[in-house]
């Protein structure tokens, strides 16, 4: 006999597992689609990788450039020569320094366009953009934009630089001739930066550190909240190699102001055991500390520099970068401390690279020097274009 009643529960108990199992498809379809999510986002985070950027746009392992003075320059000191591991010699940028389009503008522009979620960046200059020079912290400039992967690092010579909320290049930067190097760089180099920076002092006017880069690079919580060595600490200088991504090996060095000397001759060319030329400025007021041939390594005023066809004296430079004498230790030496007594107290540092090509590069953008025993002499703006007296002609 039909009994409707078993029926129609019958049919309830069907309608009951159908929606169960619909259910059960709509929660593993939701799970499929965060699975998704999560990976087109992790895919997005290795595709959105940070790399210092060539003349064309393009990701390079490493590059080196000297921005001209004012005035030798039809741009008015907006023109630069770039270097990078592809090249034989100086290059001039057909893109002046405060486009987008340059090598630095395009390297920079990814500070601005970063995701504060993911990554880590910072922007240092004791010459802030909107601010009162600090000089009771280091002389020290650079930038660096990390994700947990890897990043950039670029050490540079500009005050004012660069700007907080989107990339320019200031018109104080424009006149005298300033010097970058940049390094695309695993993220595991963070913790040789970070106490770089520690020891330099750097005075941070953008940062922004995720929690997971604490874990790397512990030392990056110091840095951004601009502490340094503790009064225990004996140790006022730091060196530390390491490499590119594409295997350039590196040497940093950093000096604390307690320290009290001088970072080119009193360090970097006694670890390097070679003489060197060194460009800083040695303007204004301050006592220069001049040419050094005293502990077995040399250290050289540069007084002229020579770029392509283009030449200007130390008097128009603001760059800070040194290269050894000899071929025998190809080091080119970037950096941001000057060779000035009051530098003696104030942190900083420089990067250096051994390549013969660059080196030759460097050795032969050496016009004039100052020898052992010649005192540099102060020039007004109208000698400007002329070597240093008693300078020698670079050989």
């Not at 008097?315 to 530098?343: L, T």
């Not at 051994?354 to 016009?367: A, I, M, P």
Request: glycine share 6%; charged share 25%; hydrophobic share 35%.
């Amino acid at each position: 006999m039909y009994n409707e009643r078993t029926d129609t529960s019958e049919l309830a108990y069907d309608a009951t597992q159908a929606r169960k199992r619909l259910m059960k498809q709509c929660f593993w379809m939701k799970e499929m689609w965060r699975i998704l999510v999560a990976i087109l986002a992790i895919a997005c985070l290795v595709d959105a990788q940070f790399r210092c950027k060539n003349m064309k746009g393009k990701d390079v392992d490493w590059f080196v450039a000297l921005k001209l003075p004012a005035n030798i320059d039809e741009r008015k000191g907006r023109s630069f020569v770039y270097y990078d591991s592809s090249q034989n010699g100086w290059v001039m940028s057909k893109q002046p320094i405060n486009s987008t389009e340059s090598a630095i503008g395009a390297t920079l522009q990814q500070l601005y366009t970063s995701d504060d979620k993911t990554t880590f960046k910072i922007a240092y200059n004791d010459d802030c953009p909107g601010k009162q020079v600090d000089s009771g912290r280091g002389h020290s400039k650079g930038v660096a934009v990390f994700t947990i992967d890897s990043g950039f690092w670029m050490v540079h010579s500009v005050p004012n630089f660069p700007p907080p909320e989107k990339y320019d290049y200031p018109e104080t930067g424009s006149k005298y001739a300033q010097s970058f190097i940049c390094l695309s760089l695993d993220a595991n180099s963070l913790e040789d930066i970070s106490q770089y920076m520690r020891y330099s002092q750097v005075t941070p006017f953008i940062a922004n550190l995720p929690k997971n880069f604490e874990i790397i690079a512990p030392y990056l919580v110091d840095v951004v909240n601009k502490k340094s060595l503790g009064r225990a600490d004996t140790q006022f200088t730091t060196s530390h190699d390491f490499e590119t991504r594409g295997h350039q090996r590196i040497k940093a060095f950093a000096k604390h102001k307690k320290f009290g000397k001088d970072l080119w001759h009193d360090f970097i060319a006694l670890y390097l055991r070679t003489p060197m030329a060194v460009e800083t400025w040695r303007n204004g007021a301050a006592k220069d500390v001049g040419t050094q041939c005293d502990n077995g390594e040399n250290v050289y005023d540069i007084t002229s520099v020579k770029v392509l066809d283009k030449e200007y004296s130390s008097s128009k430079d603001h760059s800070k970068w040194g290269v050894s004498m000899s071929e025998s230790v190809p080091a080119v030496c970037i950096g941001d401390v000057n060779r000035q007594e009051s530098q003696f107290k104030r942190g900083g540092g420089a990067v250096c690279i051994e390549d013969v090509t660059l080196w030759r590069t460097f050795r032969g953008s050496v016009n004039s020097f100052l020898e052992c025993g010649v005192v540099h002499e102060k020039k007004s703006s109208k000698d400007a274009k002329k070597p240093a007296k008693n300078g020698k002609k670079a050989e």
